[in-house]
T-cell receptor, first 117, second 113 residues
């Protein structure tokens, strides 16, 4: 089945530093990937839609200069949290669509738990 | 704005009980409704529903969609402690080629032995 790999699974960084999270589709090409953020015991909130070869589309209220998204190839999208602050601590999850007509829905990466200290 | 609402927000039952989770939606250009189970990490796919009235089953889980009334239910029979998780409903909608996924708030299910 379709597999999305996300790395790292957990990261702790100091306030003011930047953190890069990678999302890879392992056995399919993904022209579109999605980045979500999840706070404890809450649902997933879509942050942005990542499009291969073009600029990402950000949801309302998400700072594009703070959450930099790069989708340079058909199998890789990256999310960089710049100048991280403690309020950026959260669970970040990416997802991709394995293709039309499948029964898999959207496939999710395993998530990255970011803690900013 | 697309909206997906799940109920109840939390549910505590004992092993062997049957539970019904609800999901209602208001979206533009509905395409499909998805159910996921989330334990400690990323959500795992359960069902994709696109047509009204057709029940999908997987073991003790089943789900059905009503596109006229704009809701779906997820049933779990003979619950087990391993069913404890957050159950997420999401709707794919919109006019783009891929659709946009909007999640409900989730239902936290706790199954006691």
């Amino acid at each position: 089945g379709a597999v999305v790999s996300q790395h790292p699974s957990r990261v702790i960084c100091k306030s003011g530093t930047s953190v890069k999270i990678e999302c890879r589709s392992l056995d399919f090409q993904a022209t579109t990937m999605f980045w979500y953020r999840q706070f404890p015991k809450q649902s997933l909130m879509l942050m942005a839609t990542s499009n291969e070869g073009s600029k990402a589309t950000y949801e309302q209220g998400v700072e594009k200069d703070k959450f930099l998204i790069n989708h340079a190839s058909l199998t890789l999208s990256t999310l960089t949290v710049t100048s991280a602050h403690p309020e950026d601590s959260s669970f970040y999850i990416c997802s991709a669509i394995p293709g039309t007509g499948t029964n898999y829905g959207y496939t999710f990466g395993s998530g990255t738990r970011l803690t900013v200290v | 704005e697309d909206k997906v609402v799940q109920s109840p927000l939390s549910l505590v039952v004992h092993e062997g009980d049957t539970v019904t989770l609800n999901c209602s939606y208001e979206v533009t250009n509905f395409r499909s409704l998805l159910w996921y189970k989330q334990e400690k990490k990323a959500p795992t796919f359960l069902f994709m529903l696109t047509s009204s009235g057709i029940e999908k089953k997987s073991g003790r889980l089943s789900s059905i969609l009503d596109k006229k009334e704009l809701f779906s239910i997820l049933n779990i029979t003979a619950t087990q402690t391993g069913d404890s998780a957050i159950y997420l409903c999401a709707v794919v909608a919109g006019g783009t080629s891929y659709g946009k996924l909007t999640f409900g708030q989730g239902t936290i299910l706790t199954v006691h032995p």
